[in-house]
């Protein structure tokens, strides 16, 4: 079956298998940020924006989305110049191995568009369904706290 797919922007006009996965759609068109960990819907890895929304890739039907947007970390950057929640993530040391760190700046991302100023809990709240082994969560926390300043124009980028 034929799906369309509009992806940071981009239309793609694709054939899928109905029961195909967004996540393994996703990557096959070409974005890679898109992570496959625990394939069943409890790590956050597979993390994307679906109209704004955070949704987990790998447990939603490709077919389900069809005519809807779709926003992957490969669309947050401008040119060279990382968004602030990217750079933060960096600065804050909230990046060791990298793998989970997509999904949880989509989480993140999805978190600040609705709430430009969050609390220490709601942050925490937020990036709660995304699991990382490797740093125990608080240079991610800062992070959003520190990239929600630059957003708000209260810190320098």
């Known amino acids: 079956?034929?799906?369309?797919?509009?992806?940071?922007?981009k239309l793609h006009d694709i054939d899928i298998d109905p029961g195909e996965y967004l996540l393994d759609v996703l990557r096959r068109i070409?974005?890679?940020?898109?992570?496959?960990?625990?394939?069943s819907a409890s790590c956050g890895t597979c993390t994307v924006l679906l109209n704004?929304?955070?949704?987990?890739?790998?447990?939603t039907f490709a077919a389900s989305v069809d005519g809807q947007n779709i926003e992957t970390v490969e669309g947050m950057a401008d040119g060279e110049k990382l968004h602030p929640i990217q750079e933060a993530i960096l600065e804050e040391g909230g990046a060791q191995c990298g793998y989970c760190i997509p999904g949880l700046i989509m989480?993140?991302?999805?978190?600040?568009?609705?709430?430009?100023?969050?609390s220490d809990e709601e942050i925490k709240l937020a990036?709660?369904?995304?699991?990382?082994r490797c740093t125990g969560y608080e240079p991610q926390n800062r992070a959003?706290?520190?990239?929600?300043?630059?957003?708000?124009g209260e810190l320098d980028d």
Do not use: F, H, Q, W
Not at 127 to 132: A, E, K, Q, S, T
């Open 1 to 9: 079956m034929k799906i369309a797919l509009t992806v940071n922007g």
């Open 30 to 39: 070409g974005y890679k940020s898109v992570r496959r960990s625990c394939n």
């Open 52 to 59: 704004g929304k955070p949704i987990l890739s790998c447990s």
């Open 107 to 118: 989480a993140g991302e999805a978190l600040l568009r609705e709430n430009s100023d969050p």
């Open 127 to 132: 990036l709660n369904g995304n699991i990382c």
């Open 144 to 152: 959003i706290k520190k990239a929600a300043k630059v957003m708000r």
